[in-house]
């Protein structure tokens, strides 16, 4: 029985020096390793130093260390006004495994402050994903003093890169502009790619933060990146009071890398667009059937609608496959309607005049019609006749000398901007879930700055500066948290409302023509231009937008107005829009029996390829087409990478002298055979593999110099 103590200290002692392995990390001799197979990332805890960095990324077995022999940060923040990072003296407290909803597996490392940090713990998650060189990380700050800590500056990945700036690429503005030399991204850099032409690899750097408050940077200080929320620096600076007592959680980031590639398009079209589709969680793939054919009445209509004219347009749009018919601005009303002068909005009452037997009358017809109804509403704006606006003037946004203000634009006269950390949120979500549940809403656009302006330039012309409002502290504490708060709502109202398609515009987002990841997680659609000019070069600005943002968006989410049904080259133009959501304008009641047949016909076509190949939520760029411009042919493919059984492709003729071009399409199973079938009339053209189609290709002929094609690609 002696002997008995001697045995269970040996078993401890033997625990304590094996490797601790969950999935795919493990704790070793003090290092975290991530590793999937896919990409391999040793973080080195120095018992000495108290020191928590990264010391290498490899790309799957490769031996390129993306990891420069020069110390990495692993993250850095200011707390009060100092900086610090994973080189400061950081207590090890503990880790455990980690995990999402989306397949992501990793692990959560507790750090405890020590100095001038003393009273600050941080938990950092890493999470990987099955087959995929990502790794995706956050960070949660919890306050266990008794000071506030005045978080700000924040990069949540901070690594010295073994990619040198002089022969890097950075691709930016949605992966689509090449830059050279030190670069700090905005509100329209969700991803960035540095790429290291002569040794062809390269690592992709995703920001999951909401609109403006989005910073991803190359080279501030040597070959370093650093992803995270905007400096003090900057505008829009982020910041983050966190009180005794209290946690706050990050926005996540993630990195993907590469090896043994020309460029960055593999890493765009394969990894990233898979991460995104399969893992981060963004609304579209949570609905089962997604809109193929929507209808809007802004263009020409404006303001000008009543319920006979939506009955007019609803009986029109049917005979054309509409399937979402969408009433713009104009429905509305406040409480005291002789005072709306400047936009009727804030108490989102319907107006008797224009609707005498109000929505659900309306909305009843357009659903017998075999279409989903929807409204537009400005989500974050009051008129001075409202009376929500009269009875709680605490819940608007105050400018720098402490005045109500409007944030969205310069000429709306009498109009106010609401904060939404107030309460709100909660009034607004109650206006959307009674237009729900008594009305039958399905689809809602919703529109207006809450806390940029796209329209704007005085930055300072921003966010909150009240010092009384709950849940915000301060100006720059505002622009994170009214985020926040939004999509936080939109997860509400599609708790309530599972099969509400929520539509962001841009301006809600925060600057012109924005989509951010933020956006996709949480709402359906962003509303991303208004487009007017009429065909050829209409069509051109809707090619041309879906192509800029597509790379790193998914297309299905890419909401781009204002194409007219009454085009004078209506095909033309709606082809061009199936690159993303397809949505037309203008006034189906001047459309001749035939145009509105050809349109039933494309409505028709459109709804059995999504059901043949769920190709909304795919989209790449067509082999040896660029950007579409004036003079030349562009083009786009929506292959279903995971099944390879199919898609879609779409190939334009814009003004170019050539009559034919040749087609090649990626992405298929190179062994495997298919047929290449004309659009709507289902006429074969051609059968070829796979590894043919991508290698030899086929000719695409057009008379006309504005026309568009559309091809089915069927695995046989």
């Given at each position: 029985?002696?002997?008995?103590?001697?045995?269970?200290?040996?078993?401890?002692?033997?625990?304590?020096?094996?490797?601790?392995?969950?999935?795919?990390?493990?704790?070793?001799?003090?290092?975290?390793?991530?590793?999937?197979?896919?990409?391999?990332?040793?973080?080195?805890?120095?018992?000495?130093?108290?020191?928590?960095?990264?010391?290498?990324?490899?790309?799957?077995?490769?031996?390129?260390?993306?990891?420069?022999?020069?110390?990495?940060?692993?993250?850095?923040?200011?707390?009060?006004?100092?900086?610090?990072?994973?080189?400061?003296?950081?207590?090890?407290?503990?880790?455990?495994?980690?995990?999402?909803?989306?397949?992501?597996?990793?692990?959560?490392?507790?750090?405890?402050?020590?100095?001038?940090?003393?009273?600050?713990?941080?938990?950092?998650?890493?999470?990987?994903?099955?087959?995929?060189?990502?790794?995706?990380?956050?960070?949660?700050?919890?306050?266990?003093?008794?000071?506030?800590?005045?978080?700000?500056?924040?990069?949540?990945?901070?690594?010295?890169?073994?990619?040198?700036?002089?022969?890097?690429?950075?691709?930016?503005?949605?992966?689509?502009?090449?830059?050279?030399?030190?670069?700090?991204?905005?509100?329209?850099?969700?991803?960035?790619?540095?790429?290291?032409?002569?040794?062809?690899?390269?690592?992709?750097?995703?920001?999951?933060?909401?609109?403006?408050?989005?910073?991803?940077?190359?080279?501030?200080?040597?070959?370093?990146?650093?992803?995270?929320?905007?400096?003090?620096?900057?505008?829009?600076?982020?910041?983050?009071?966190?009180?005794?007592?209290?946690?706050?959680?990050?926005?996540?980031?993630?990195?993907?890398?590469?090896?043994?590639?020309?460029?960055?398009?593999?890493?765009?079209?394969?990894?990233?667009?898979?991460?995104?589709?399969?893992?981060?969680?963004?609304?579209?793939?949570?609905?089962?059937?997604?809109?193929?054919?929507?209808?809007?009445?802004?263009?020409?209509?404006?303001?000008?609608?009543?319920?006979?004219?939506?009955?007019?347009?609803?009986?029109?749009?049917?005979?054309?496959?509409?399937?979402?018919?969408?009433?713009?601005?104009?429905?509305?009303?406040?409480?005291?309607?002789?005072?709306?002068?400047?936009?009727?909005?804030?108490?989102?009452?319907?107006?008797?005049?224009?609707?005498?037997?109000?929505?659900?009358?309306?909305?009843?017809?357009?659903?017998?019609?075999?279409?989903?109804?929807?409204?537009?509403?400005?989500?974050?704006?009051?008129?001075?006749?409202?009376?929500?606006?009269?009875?709680h003037k605490e819940w608007f946004v105050k400018d720098k000398g402490g005045n109500l203000a409007n944030l969205h634009t310069d000429?709306?006269?009498?109009?106010?901007?609401?904060?939404?950390?107030?309460?709100?949120?909660?009034?607004?979500?109650?206006?959307?879930?009674?237009?729900?549940?008594?009305?039958?809403?399905?689809?809602?656009?919703?529109?207006?700055?809450?806390?940029?302006?796209?329209?704007?330039?005085?930055?300072?012309?921003?966010?909150?500066?009240?010092?009384?409002?709950?849940?915000?502290?301060?100006?720059?504490?505002?622009?994170?948290?009214?985020?926040?708060?939004?999509?936080?709502?939109?997860?509400?109202?599609?708790?309530?409302?599972?099969?509400?398609?929520?539509?962001?515009?841009?301006?809600?987002?925060?600057?012109?023509?924005?989509?951010?990841?933020?956006?996709?997680?949480h709402a359906e659609g962003d509303w991303l231009s208004n487009f007017e000019e009429p065909s050829p070069f209409g069509a051109l600005?809707?090619?041309?937008?879906?192509?800029?943002?597509?790379?790193?968006?998914?297309?299905?989410?890419?909401?781009?107005?204002?194409?007219?049904?009454?085009?004078?080259?209506?095909?033309?133009?709606?082809?061009?829009?199936?690159?993303?959501?397809?949505?037309?304008?203008?006034?189906?009641?001047?459309?001749?029996?035939?145009?509105?047949?050809?349109?039933?016909?494309?409505?028709?076509?459109?709804?059995?390829?999504?059901?043949?190949?769920?190709?909304?939520?795919?989209?790449?760029?067509?082999?040896?087409?660029?950007?579409?411009?004036?003079?030349?042919?562009?083009?786009?493919?929506?292959?279903?990478?995971?099944?390879?059984?199919?898609?879609?492709?779409?190939?334009?003729?814009?003004?170019?002298?050539?009559?034919?071009?040749?087609?090649?399409?990626?992405?298929?199973?190179?062994?495997?055979?298919?047929?290449?079938?004309?659009?709507?009339?289902?006429?074969?053209?051609?059968?070829?593999?796979?590894?043919?189609?991508?290698?030899?290709?086929?000719?695409?002929?057009?008379?006309?110099?504005?026309?568009?094609?559309?091809?089915?690609?069927?695995?046989?």
């Amino acid at each position: 029985m002696k002997k008995l103590p001697i045995l269970i200290a040996a078993y401890f002692l033997i625990l304590s020096n094996i490797s601790f392995a969950q999935s795919n990390y493990t704790w070793q001799d003090d290092n975290l390793i991530l590793n999937n197979g896919a990409i391999k990332r040793t973080i080195e805890y120095n018992r000495d130093n108290q020191t928590f960095v990264t010391s290498s990324i490899f790309h799957e077995n490769n031996d390129r260390n993306f990891i420069s022999s020069q110390p990495s940060m692993e993250f850095s923040f200011d707390i009060n006004g100092v900086k610090f990072s994973g080189q400061n003296k950081w207590e090890f407290v503990k880790h455990v495994g980690a995990s999402d909803s989306k397949q992501g597996e990793g692990v959560t490392i507790t750090l405890k402050g020590t100095g001038e940090l003393e009273g600050l713990e941080i938990d950092i998650t890493y999470l990987l994903y099955p087959g995929l060189p990502v790794i995706r990380k956050f960070i949660t700050f919890r306050n266990t003093g008794n000071i506030e800590f005045k978080l700000e500056s924040l990069d949540i990945e901070n690594l010295r890169v073994s990619p040198n700036f002089v022969h890097s690429w950075i691709y930016a503005n949605y992966a689509r502009q090449k830059r050279l030399g030190t670069f700090v991204g905005d509100w329209d850099d969700p991803l960035v790619v540095v790429h290291d032409y002569p040794n062809r690899l390269g690592i992709a750097l995703g920001n999951e933060a909401p609109g403006v408050t989005k910073r991803t940077a190359f080279h501030t200080n040597y070959n370093d990146i650093s992803i995270g929320l905007t400096h003090t620096d900057q505008n829009y600076a982020f910041r983050k009071w966190i009180v005794p007592g209290e946690a706050w959680t990050s926005p996540k980031v993630f990195i993907a890398t590469y090896d043994h590639s020309p460029d960055a398009s593999n890493v765009i079209n394969g990894t990233v667009n898979d991460f995104t589709r399969k893992h981060m969680g963004i609304r579209l793939m949570e609905i089962e059937e997604k809109p193929i054919f929507v209808y809007n009445t802004w263009n020409p209509f404006r303001h000008n609608i009543t319920e006979e004219l939506i009955r007019e347009l609803t009986d029109a749009a049917a005979a054309c496959g509409i399937e979402e018919f969408i009433i713009d601005d104009g429905w509305q009303r406040n409480f005291i309607p002789e005072k709306d002068r400047g936009g009727p909005v804030g108490d989102w009452m319907i107006n008797e005049t224009k609707f005498p037997n109000g929505m659900s009358p309306v909305f009843d017809y357009l659903k017998e019609k075999g279409m989903k109804p929807g409204l537009w509403m400005s989500i974050g704006s009051a008129h001075e006749s409202a009376k929500v606006y009269a009875d709680h003037k605490e819940w608007f946004v105050k400018d720098k000398g402490g005045n109500l203000a409007n944030l969205h634009t310069d000429w709306e006269v009498g109009m106010v901007t609401s904060c939404f950390s107030t309460d709100w949120p909660d009034y607004i979500k109650s206006k959307l879930i009674d237009l729900v549940k008594n009305n039958g809403l399905e689809y809602t656009k919703l529109d207006f700055a809450i806390v940029t302006s796209a329209y704007v330039v005085d930055p300072e012309r921003s966010g909150c500066y009240a010092t009384d409002h709950p849940y915000h502290k301060d100006h720059n504490e505002s622009f994170l948290n009214n985020y926040q708060r939004i999509l936080t709502m939109f997860d509400e109202l599609h708790s309530e409302a599972p099969d509400l398609f929520i539509d962001c515009t841009f301006e809600t987002v925060g600057k012109l023509q924005t989509i951010d990841y933020a956006t996709v997680k949480h709402a359906e659609g962003d509303w991303l231009s208004n487009f007017e000019e009429p065909s050829p070069f209409g069509a051109l600005r809707v090619r041309n937008m879906a192509w800029w943002r597509t790379p790193v968006m998914p297309a299905g989410a890419c909401v781009i107005g204002n194409l007219a049904l009454d085009s004078k080259d209506l095909e033309f133009d709606l082809l061009s829009t199936v690159g993303t959501l397809p949505i037309m304008l203008g006034d189906p009641r001047k459309l001749s029996e035939d145009e509105k047949n050809m349109l039933n016909s494309w409505s028709t076509w459109l709804r059995e390829m999504q059901g043949n190949y769920n190709y909304m939520v795919y989209r790449q760029d067509l082999p040896c087409f660029g950007e579409p411009t004036e003079g030349s042919w562009d083009g786009w493919a929506r292959i279903n990478t995971d099944s390879q059984e199919g898609g879609i492709i779409g190939v334009f003729r814009q003004g170019a002298v050539e009559g034919s071009r040749l087609v090649t399409i990626n992405w298929l199973a190179a062994d495997q055979k298919y047929a290449v079938i004309n659009a709507v009339d289902g006429k074969v053209l051609l059968e070829m593999t796979g590894d043919q189609l991508k290698n030899e290709g086929f000719e695409v002929s057009m008379e006309r110099k504005y026309q568009g094609k559309l091809f089915e690609i069927r695995r046989m």
